[in-house]
């Protein structure tokens, strides 16, 4: 059963800290998304890329947060440094194309304290 | 700018019943919709997907119907099962031509079926 792979699944880390999450997309998906959830925000598209490249991160705090694909099956979103603010669960979603269904990895929960 | 509301956000009713999820958004130049559900601590999962081409698509007990012109989208759940409860997201994708690149969420219909 092909699925979004990201890890850690839980991250707890002081403020100040380094924290970077990674995702395994879906083997041939070309679309990547990385999304954070909040109660209060809901989904927020923090940045999308296509055959790797970076297509929109309008989203993220760039102070702050980068993103980046060093290839097909790695995507990762880093914080440096992380605020109490940012936590939230992160997820990545994969795809293929625009017509394609999107899936979702079971999402990163960062605690920072 | 694409706006995406999913009222009620939230929705009790006992098992067995048929049931309506609304979706509705500003902009009616969308490429297709997507439903999705997202249960406690977990992932979404995509539902369904309509093109926006299309009217309704369905998969087993579910069926989604799209009306472009009015902005709205509906989640028909028939014969609805406890396992049926979850929260149930709508988000829209717009064109490849537009300068928008961001699939907007809406904040979601927490459903609870009832045993």
């Known amino acids: 059963d092909a699925r979004v792979t990201q890890t850690p699944r839980h991250k707890v880390t002081e403020m100040g800290q380094e924290v970077t999450m990674r995702c395994q997309p879906i083997l041939g998906h070309n679309t990547v998304f990385w999304y954070r959830q909040t109660m209060m925000q809901g989904l927020e598209l923090l940045a999308y890329?296509?055959?790797?490249?970076?297509?929109?991160d309008s989203g993220m705090p760039k102070d702050r947060f980068s993103a980046e694909m060093p290839d097909a099956t790695l995507a990762t979103l880093k914080i440096q440094p992380s605020e109490p603010r940012d936590s939230a669960v992160y997820f990545c979603?994969?795809?293929?194309?625009?017509?394609?269904?999107?899936?979702f990895g079971s999402g990163t929960q960062l605690s920072v304290l | 700018k694409q706006e995406v509301t999913q009222i009620p956000a939230a929705l009790s009713v006992p098992e067995g019943e048929n049931l309506v999820l609304n979706c509705s958004f500003t902009d009616s130049a969308i490429y297709n919709l997507q439903w999705f559900r997202q249960d406690p601590g977990k992932g979404l999962t995509s539902l369904l997907l309509i093109q926006s081409s299309q009217r309704e698509q369905t998969s087993g007990r579910l069926n989604a119907s799209l009306d472009k012109s009015s902005g709205r989208s509906t989640l028909y759940i028939a014969a609805s099962q406890p396992g049926d409860s979850a929260t149930y997201l709508c988000?829209?994708?717009?064109?490849?031509?537009?300068?928008?690149?961001?699939?907007?969420f809406g904040s979601g219909t927490r459903l609870s079926i009832r045993p």
């Open positions: 988000a829209v994708r717009p064109p490849p031509y537009s300068s928008a690149s961001k699939i907007i």
């Open positions: 890329f296509r055959n790797r490249a970076p297509l929109d």
């Open positions: 979603a994969s795809g293929y194309g625009t017509d394609e269904k999107l899936f």
